[in-house]
């Protein structure tokens, strides 16, 4: 019983010294702007990336097919981590040795290139699913009232498509959130470096607990959200039926990866 | 009847999906306001023949001509050939995120690029001709079947097609909610619309068909006035499969 006790305190001594705490936080939250700015513009960028890589999986021309494949394959096969070395460290010393000093990144320039070039393969894996899981007939209907096959995408599939990525879009932004730590590698200034520094000043791990705290804090919401989404979704695609709309199938979609698994449903190709 | 238009000729039309050998040389003509009513049991062929006439499948022999063009020609712009083409499919294929009248007007909007203004009032018209005028600001999910099969021929008449294509329009609905769209169907030829129904409803064929057409495993196995083959079919196959649906 005193051992646990022993051991409590050593916890609380090392992990939630309140002294630290009071310091931390405002520290840490001062760090917002630029994790939001990785956000934003990450979001921004993956989101379009994706939705294009997904379009050209899906497109007649094989060398598009062919480069979006290898493209989302590369990049979910490659550990984020070395994505930003790669892009901060290995272009900053191509651009050195080269001369073309345009290669060598501000650190949160790489880590936005970096969010963005890997969140872009999973978007585009969401968006393919999504795309795929509405009836092929919709597409059909497109066509034979003379809408090209940009018309029927622009104004048929890929509206009721988007209304079936929310929720897994959803998903990867709380893993964005978390994954935004990772550029705590290359030195950007954001929460996790500025926790770890404060780690090194003080000589204890409390500013690392402060950071969960901020991290869980803000995902929480978001995880509720996509929950909230997924059941509505779910309510709402019985209906959709007789349409020969949705499948119904999309409510599975919950990651990237288990949006991969998904059978398809498609073959929207005309 | 000689001296009207051919609309729609299939010459020698072969289609296979992989192996499978789906039609197998089916010769058609279908002349200006003709009624060309299809049967034949379930696998026949007749959506393939159907959606082969608009290019939503390619043929690997034979040949499409659609008012005089070529579909099968690789020069020929099949958009612009499926614009004189309605199509209506056995489960409707609404655009379920638009309301009926968006619906209606999405494709001479996009397509024909005339001013909403314009289109907002043959879309109006159309769903006053189909009876749903007071359904305009409904979605397809709160329609029954038989209404949303009424926008959808709405749908397909706003482009102001030479012809129509009806894939068992009726096959989904309810029995009580058949009649609705029988009778739009059925104004539409009183109208002179030229039209391709497969169909099982043989009043209905019987009634407004001009031709009868009896398919079987990828091909035309007779042909004639629809009261004639179903009082009289000629070929055994015929026989049985109109003792069945009778
Ligand atoms: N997309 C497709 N891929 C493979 N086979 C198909 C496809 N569409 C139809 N078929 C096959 O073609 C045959 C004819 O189908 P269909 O034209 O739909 O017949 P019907 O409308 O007369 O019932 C069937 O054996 C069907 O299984
Ligand atoms: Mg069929």
Redesign the interface.
């Known amino acids: 019983m005193e051992s646990l006790l022993n051991g409590f305190e050593a916890f609380q001594r090392y992990y939630l010294n309140w002294q630290i705490i009071q310091e931390t936080l405002p520290l840490l939250l001062r760090t917002l702007p630029i994790v939001g700015e990785l956000l934003i513009l990450s979001m921004f960028f993956s989101f379009f990336m994706g939705l294009v890589l997904s379009l050209m999986r899906l497109s007649h021309f094989r060398v598009f097919r062919w480069f979006a494949g290898a493209y989302v394959d590369f990049f979910r096969g490659l550990p984020l981590l070395l994505n930003f070395v790669f892009v901060y460290s290995g272009l900053a010393i191509v651009g050195a040795a080269s001369g073309l000093r345009f290669l060598i990144l501000p650190s949160v320039v790489a880590a936005v290139l970096s969010l963005s070039t890997t969140y872009a393969a999973y978007s585009a894996e969401v968006f393919r699913a999504g795309i795929e899981s509405i009836h092929r007939g919709q597409m059909e209907a497109a066509r034979s009232l003379g809408m090209t096959y940009g018309q029927s995408m622009r104004y048929v599939v890929l509206p009721q498509a988007i209304k079936v990525v929310i929720p897994p879009l959803t998903n990867e932004f709380i893993a964005l959130i978390k994954d935004t730590s990772l550029a705590s590698v290359i030195s950007v200034q954001e929460l996790l470096f500025t926790a770890k520094e404060k780690m090194g000043v003080v000589a204890n791990p409390t500013p690392l607990m402060v950071a969960a705290f901020v991290y869980v804090l803000f995902t929480i919401p978001l995880i509720r959200l996509a929950a909230r989404l997924e059941k509505k979704r779910e309510g709402g695609s019985k209906g959709d039926k007789t349409t020969g709309g949705s499948t119904g199938k999309t409510s599975a979609l919950i990651s990237a990866d288990i949006a991969a698994q998904l059978p398809k449903g498609g073959g929207i190709q005309l | 009847m000689s001296t009207a238009p051919t609309m729609i000729e299939l010459q020698g039309v072969h289609k296979s999906y992989g192996q499978l050998e789906v039609l197998r040389g089916i010769d058609l003509q279908v002349t200006k306001s003709e009624v060309v009513v299809v049967i034949g049991p379930s696998g026949s062929g007749k959506s393939t023949m159907l959606?082969c006439m608009?290019a939503?499948e390619p043929i690997q022999q034979g040949k499409i001509i659609i008012e005089g063009i070529d579909l099968t020609d690789s020069h020929t712009n099949v958009?612009?050939v499926?614009?004189k083409?309605?199509?209506v499919?056995q489960?409707?294929?609404?655009?379920?995120?638009k309301t009926a009248l968006e619906n209606v007007m999405?494709?001479p909007l996009?397509?024909q690029k005339k001013s909403r203004k314009e289109v907002e009032t043959i879309a109006r018209d159309l769903l006053v001709t189909v009876g749903l005028s007071e359904k305009a600001d409904s979605h397809?999910?709160q329609l029954s079947?038989g209404q949303?099969q009424r926008v959808?021929i709405a749908?397909?008449l706003a482009?102001q097609p030479d012809m129509m294509l009806f894939d068992e329009v009726t096959s989904?609905l309810d029995p009580e909610l058949v009649a609705e769209v029988l009778n739009v169907m059925k104004d539409l030829a009183l109208g002179g619309m030229t039209m391709v129904v497969v169909t099982h409803e043989m009043g209905f064929a019987r009634e407004v068909g001009t031709r009868m057409i009896f398919m079987d495993e990828g091909v035309i196995v007779e042909e004639s006035d629809p009261r004639e083959m179903i009082a009289n079919p000629k070929e055994e196959r015929t026989k049985k499969f109109l003792g069945m649906v009778l």
């Open positions: 959606r608009n939503l958009n612009k499926r614009e083409i309605g199509m499919f489960s409707f294929n609404l655009f379920p995120h999405l494709a996009k397509v397809p999910d079947g949303q959808a749908r397909a482009m989904a």
